[in-house]
């Protein structure tokens, strides 16, 4: 097929080290991660997706409250976030775009007595069970919360504050990962969808498309929802649903939120993220008056001054969860260097799957040095 | 006609748009015996074409020679069957084979709004056409506006362009027969056009001429109006440019000046206002949100959605009426209207009603003729690299170039890689040029690039409008 | 003043920008603006650059003001009555 898509793309190459499969955050990520570790890859990229979990990101880099029952988790979000600075400069560096990545502290904002008391329990039920000092997680009443974001309203009792906690622009940062891998050598991107996948029998993948057959030394998954189909057939599973999150998105305004917040983000333009439902609805990305208005009334009594700002759109996006809502990085027995790798925190682990969670995958060690994350897990929990 | 505060909201059909094919659907569905909603974002009833109708046909001559048709149909909402609700902007719609439900925002007569939601058996979409956008530096200044825009001053207040003599005036830039309609106008109602500039490419008229003869032939009253329109705007005796290439507005705050190139000559005219036109194109905005299947229409470079006999859409209790279903003419969109009106009617209450009117959508004989003597331009003939794609966010043709370069290979991933489309109009005004420019720099055809998706709110809404329809408990906190 | 209003007819009184302004019954807010001699309406939110109506039925955002009130309204779908009141983006001197 002869496209002009890109100097990588349409080279006619159809052999690679390893195939990465998603042309979302998390794929795109473990392939730049892969690449600047001297890997040749191929990634596969189904392109405009509406199911894409990445275009409908919050964009928060978020660790408070994460894994609080599951220290491998709060370990690696800890992780992530600690190293999303330097991640995003280096992509800026390589590509020129802004990630807006900003490490602005993160606020849960309660606007009742009783939301607040939930939270506080929730907090000192997390450091019982682990070392308080590794978590900087704490309540702030009305008072400290006004000093950080004057714009609350009369409601608003107070927050949980996580100063590790920050934002960026998830769509800045699907666009950067896509912009340096690229512009780097050693990378063939391939804009079709993968229709099947094998272990051929003299080693190594084979991946069919539309446009052909492509064959790989290894492969990852990394294909969101679609990694449901492709897994069985490499010995692994995808136990992973949608979980619908309705998005409202305001006009610009003047900056008033700076900080990172659980259901509010303000974007680098100055329009505002509105968010956090969470519906089991199978693959409809539609939206709802009922669930829009409840986020835009928990919004307005938030911040008062959204009441005076226009709806521009509104979307329903879908959350790859697994069963339990940890990550599920997993390598093939069945067939040795096939692996998959899902989560829901697309954003907040991007700067570790370029990293640590890349570095795995190349030295063929995802299972061992993720024991936690394995799909294992939901097996034995239904034994 | 029933009085708004009754309750109809349980109406079996609800049409969207009141224009010539919303009103013969909504005609022929009440007379049919049904109850139809019809919705309409404008002021008053009659659509683009018919646009003021009431003032127009008694006050102004000129004008009203466009309105043939407009009483008899405009009469056709008094019926008890029929509620019309103008000043309703629609927000957002839903379809599944069972029926549809629609939301809209009322006006009341205080200025206060409310969100309304009906369900129906029935949705008839009749939101007619809009102009093709063209691309050009300087396209984004005040003062810039499409040719169709100077109609509905025209037709809305009055209005006719005319500066004092020395001071500059408006110049019409573009191609099809609005742009003779208009210049004709213009002068009968005592306004000035200083120039008009020909954008038509060279040698259209010669690839159409095969086509006249049939299009005489099939449609001979259609085609000696275009022969009078034609006439007269050369009579009138306006500066015209032909073969204009490297169209560009310049201005601080608003267009100042034209610039371009004719005969391989550079120009320059001062003006005060710069109409531009290339034809019309369906409006999708509530067929892409109903997330129905379009396709691509090559000859008008524009997509349509997918309909059946009568503008039936397969699967669902949809009907697309008029223009909004591919482009064919107001005459056109009246016999449509009829035709979608009574098959949902059918299709509603279950038995047998009068005969279709015999219109197909591709049955305007004229068609080739037409649309190989004004055939669309190329979506870059004008535009350079700094020129705005997407206005509302001031997105660049250079940048939406670049995203494609970065894998944005659909309309949605450069949306999301550039803010193309994000802006107050939702796309409207980007959207085709955006899937055309894909296709261009990636040879994929406009059917597999696809377009926008298109998400509620139709028109942006006010976040107090919302908690005022539907205070709806605040929920629990999540993490 | 660019445009001028060839037919008669009865007229409403609305405000706009804090002055009276005349305006034809029939008149939408937009046309009702044009009419007055304003040149621009809304701001640009990106870019801060006035606007004007290109379109004037609905479609292209060029003609957004403040319209009773009410902060982003289209003035070409809003039909004018006595005492509307109406804020553009300024820049009309």
Not at chain 1, 136 to 165: F, H, M, Q, S, Y
């Amino acid at each position: 097929m002869d496209r002009k898509i890109g100097h990588n793309a349409g080279s006619g190459e159809r052999q690679a080290d390893i195939a990465i499969v998603g042309g979302g955050l998390v794929g795109t990520a473990l392939a730049w991660g892969c690449v600047e570790a001297g890997a040749r890859i191929a990634l596969f990229d189904a392109g405009d997706d509406r199911f894409h979990a990445s275009a409908g990101n919050f964009g928060l880099v978020w660790v408070q409250g994460k894994g609080r029952d599951v220290p491998a988790y709060a370990g690696l979000s800890r992780r992530s976030a600690a190293v999303w600075d330097s991640f995003a400069d280096t992509l800026a560096d390589r590509t020129g775009i802004d990630l807006s990545y900003r490490r602005t502290g993160g606020l849960k904002i309660a606007v009742s007595d009783d939301e607040l008391e939930g939270f506080a329990e929730e907090l000192r039920r997390g450091h019982n069970r682990r070392d308080p000092a590794s978590d900087n997680t704490r309540l702030i009443d009305r008072k400290e919360l006004a000093d950080l974001v004057p714009a609350i309203g009369p409601d608003v009792r107070g927050a949980t504050w996580c100063p590790d906690d920050g934002h960026a622009d998830p769509l800045a940062t699907l666009r950067a990962l896509h912009a340096a891998l690229d512009r780097a050598a050693n990378v063939t991107l391939i804009r079709e969808t993968v229709a099947d996948v094998s272990a051929q029998s003299g080693g190594g993948f084979e991946l069919r498309t539309s446009a052909g057959a492509y064959r790989a030394g290894r492969i990852v998954l990394a294909a969101g929802l679609g990694n449901v189909a492709l897994a069985p057939a490499l010995g692994l599973q995808a136990p992973v649903r949608p979980e619908r999150g309705q998005i409202v998105v305001t006009e610009r305004c003047d900056p008033f939120l700076d900080r990172a917040c659980h259901t509010v983000r303000q974007t680098a333009d100055g329009t505002v993220l509105l968010g956090d439902s969470k519906e089991e609805v199978g693959f409809d990305t539609g939206v709802t008056r009922t669930v829009a208005t409840s986020i835009l009334a928990r919004a307005a009594r938030t911040f008062p001054l959204l009441a005076e700002k226009r709806v521009v759109r509104i979307w329903g996006a879908l959350r790859v969860l697994t069963p339990d809502g940890l990550p599920v990085y997993e390598s093939s027995e069945r067939c040795p260097g096939a692996s998959v790798v899902t989560c829901h925190s697309g954003v907040t682990l991007a700067a570790a799957h370029a990293g640590e969670v890349a570095r795995a995958v190349l030295e063929d060690r995802l299972s061992s040095t993720y024991p936690a994350f394995s799909a294992a897990r939901f097996a034995e929990a239904a034994e | 006609m029933i009085d708004r505060r009754s309750e109809t909201k349980n109406a079996e059909i609800v049409v969207i748009g009141a224009g010539p094919a919303g009103l013969a659907a909504a005609r022929t569905a009440g007379e049919a015996g049904r109850t139809v909603l019809v919705l309409d974002e404008q002021p008053a009833a009659g659509g683009q074409v018919w646009r003021n109708a009431a003032e127009v046909m008694r006050r102004s001559d000129a004008l009203a020679r466009s309105y043939h048709g407009a009483e008899a149909a405009l009469a056709g909402l008094d019926n008890d069957r029929i509620d019309h609700r103008p000043g309703a902007v629609v927000i957002d719609a839903r379809a599944e084979p069972a029926g549809a439900t629609v939301t809209w925002l009322t006006r009341e007569p205080d200025g206060t709004r409310r969100i309304e939601e009906t369900e129906a058996a029935a949705l008839i979409v009749a939101t007619g056409a809009q102009e093709r956008a063209l691309a050009f530096p300087g396209a984004e200044l005040a003062g810039v506006m499409g040719i169709g825009g100077v109609q509905t001053a025209m037709k809305q207040g009055g209005l006719v362009p005319k500066t004092p003599d020395g001071a500059p005036g408006l110049v019409l830039a573009g191609q099809g027969p609005l742009l003779l309609l208009t210049l004709i106008q213009i002068r009968a109602l005592g306004g000035r056009v200083d120039a008009v500039l020909d954008l038509s490419e060279p040698g259209a008229i010669r690839r159409a001429l095969p086509h006249l003869p049939s299009a005489i032939a099939g449609d001979p009253g259609l085609m000696a109006d275009g022969a009078r329109l034609l006439a007269g705007a050369i009579r009138g005796g306006t500066r015209r440019y032909r073969h204009v290439t490297h169209l560009r507005a310049d201005g601080d705050d608003r267009v100042e000046q034209v610039r371009f190139r004719s005969a391989g000559r550079e120009e320059s005219l001062p003006c005060s206002i710069l109409a531009v036109h290339d034809g019309v194109i369906p409006n999708t905005q509530v067929t892409r949100l109903l997330d129905l299947p379009h396709e691509w229409d090559e000859p008008q470079q524009a997509f349509r959605p997918r309909v059946l006999q009568d503008g039936r859409v397969d699967g669902l209790p949809v009907w697309i009426a008029g223009d909004g279903a591919g482009i064919a003419g107001a005459g056109m969109a009246g016999r449509r209207g009829a035709d979608a009106g009574r098959d949902a009617a059918q299709t509603v209450g279950g038995q047998s009603v009068s005969a279709r009117s015999g219109a197909s959508p591709d049955g305007l004989a004229a068609r080739r003729f037409i649309d190989t003597l004004y055939a669309p331009l190329p979506v870059t003939a004008h535009a350079d690299n700094e020129t705005l794609i997407c206005r509302c966010e001031a997105v660049t043709l250079t940048s939406v170039r670049k995203a494609i370069a970065d894998g944005g290979t659909g309309p949605n991933r450069v949306k999301t890689f550039t803010r193309c489309g994000m802006g107050p109009c939702q796309g409207r005004m980007c959207g085709n040029l955006l899937t055309r420019i894909i296709a261009e720099e990636t040879g994929e055809a406009p059917d597999t690039v696809g377009a926008l998706r298109i998400r509620p709110p139709l028109k942006p809404v006010l976040v107090a409008d919302y908690l005022a329809s539907d205070p709806a408990p605040v929920p629990e906190a999540v993490s | 003043m660019t445009w001028q209003r060839t037919i008669g007819g009865p007229t409403v009184m609305i405000r706009v920008d804090g002055k009276p302004v005349e305006a034809a019954a029939h008149d939408t807010v937009a046309t009702a603006l044009l009419a007055a001699g304003h040149r621009h309406f809304g701001t640009n939110a990106k870019t801060g650059r006035p606007l004007a109506p290109a379109c004037l039925i609905g479609i292209c955002f060029g003609c957004l003001c403040t319209v009773d009130g009410r902060p982003g309204s289209q003035a070409c779908l809003e039909p004018v009555r006595d005492g509307l009141v109406v804020e553009t983006g300024g820049g009309n001197e």
